[in-house]
């Protein structure tokens, strides 16, 4: 099998022009959670010409695809990403992601059926709040995958995915309008209502445990300084260690939310913005075979750190990996002390150091699906000796 992984490595320059290509082409034109539809295009366009069959909008959604190649027992799928941040772009590096995924897949491609591989690339949209891959997950997109994998940029590598379980929620307040000054006692003030709901989170927070988080954005506050707000929104992130705990955490903020509407009449709604994503269950074989592959290339992991807290942040891939083996390792761009969701990020995300991530990724992770393919112990584990569909 060294020699399948050798002759991975050797076509790795090759492709090095189309997968820097992309990367910086996807960083210069960021696109939101479900609007990736240049990004999902070129990604597939890209596997396209590496001899993958690509089919666009899979499980009705616009901006995924499926990308195979191969047709051996053992189906291992390759996650990208390419959503960008309102407001901030490429400043959590999908575009990376994507570039490394488009790479790992097309160094086995030509290699699959030897290696007893099918090689499966998932566009995976909406990863920054939307839960792209878990529409996937329940549509069936993992149902024949036996394993499944992702690197992620960050500050440093870091091979262990630990994210928080999070709950994304829309919340609006309805209020009654009116002149502030000269009809005040008319209005209902749904601003307020926020300020009493993040006042009681504030207070909350003393009691809550050290593993949680709760934060968010107003995005409407009203429309007029002299007009009582008679609608307010916001968006509102609550973590916990698991989706048991996020349940939990989630019914007493809610109340928050609550003690708003009620102290000052207005009506409340809360609108999840997609299913809760959940933690993550790493997979320890494969994750050991991905740190020998990194290892070899060059990438240090360096004890944790403030500056490797990257792999605390929340996923999608958590609940894909609650059903299928799977990693979500983290490559270092050497951003410091520019981090993750930052604009200074985002400008490290077209870089050398990121262009060494997208090289290295797709390597590490094509070596990865190698390895895997070699141990009949690993590959009988995961396929219980069945076929790939």
């Known amino acids: 099998m060294s020699t399948l992984k050798d002759r991975a490595a050797a076509r790795l320059p090759g492709l090095s022009p189309l997968l ?5 082409k996807l960083h210069a034109h960021p696109e939101v959670a479900w609007e990736e539809h240049r990004a999902a295009r070129w990604t597939g366009e890209a596997l396209d010409g590496l001899g993958f069959t690509v089919e666009p909008g899979f499980c009705e959604l616009p901006t995924a695809f499926r990308a195979r190649a191969g047709s051996g027992p053992l189906n291992v799928a390759i996650c990208a990403e ?8 490429h400043a959590c590096g999908h575009n990376i992601i ?8 097309g160094l086995l491609a030509p ?55 999070v709950a994304h929620n829309k919340i609006r307040y309805h209020g009654r309008a009116t002149h502030a000054a000269a009809y005040p006692e008319r209005g209902r003030n749904a601003a307020d209502a926020f300020t009493v709901a993040q006042t009681a989170i504030g207070l ?25 707000p008679e609608l307010t929104e916001g968006r509102w992130y ?38 809760p994503y959940a933690d993550f269950v790493t997979d320890e074989d494969l994750l050991a075979l991905y740190l020998g592959n990194a290892t070899a290339l060059g990438r240090e992991f360096p004890e944790p750190s ?43 995300c077209a870089g050398p150091a990121a262009d060494r991530a997208v090289l290295d990724g797709a390597l590490a992770m094509a070596w990865t699906c190698l390895d895997l393919a070699a141990r009949d112990d690993l590959r009988t584990r995961l396929t219980g000796g069945g076929e790939a569909a």
């Open 306 to 348: 403030e500056a490797s807290r990257m792999n605390r942040a929340s996923t999608d891939m958590g609940n894909v990996s609650h059903r299928v083996p799977a990693i979500h390792p983290y490559l270092g761009i050497d951003s410091l002390p520019a981090v993750n969701h930052q604009k200074e990020f985002a400008a490290h």
């Open 98 to 105: 994507a570039a490394a995924a488009v790479g790992a897949a």
């Open 204 to 228: 909350l927070r003393q009691h809550l445990d050290a593993g949680t988080r709760v934060h968010g954005i107003v995005t409407r506050g009203g429309e007029a300084p002299n007009a009582v």
């Open 20 to 24: 820097l290509g992309l990367s910086h």
């Open 111 to 165: 290699l699959a059926d030897e290696a007893g591989l099918t090689v499966t690339v998932l566009g995976t949209p909406a990863e920054e709040g939307g839960g792209g891959k878990i529409l996937l997950l329940d549509r069936g997109a993992f149902d024949d995958v036996h394993a499944a994998m992702m690197i992620h940029p960050g500050p440093l590598d870091v091979a262990r995915a630990e994210p928080f379980a």
């Open 238 to 275: 609550v973590r916990a260690g698991n989706l048991d705990e996020l349940t939990e955490l989630e019914t007493r903020v809610n109340r928050c939310f609550e003690a708003g509407a009620l102290a000052t009449g207005c009506r409340l709604e809360i609108e999840p913005e997609s299913p």
């Open 82 to 89: 390419y959503d960008a941040l309102p407001g901030l772009g």
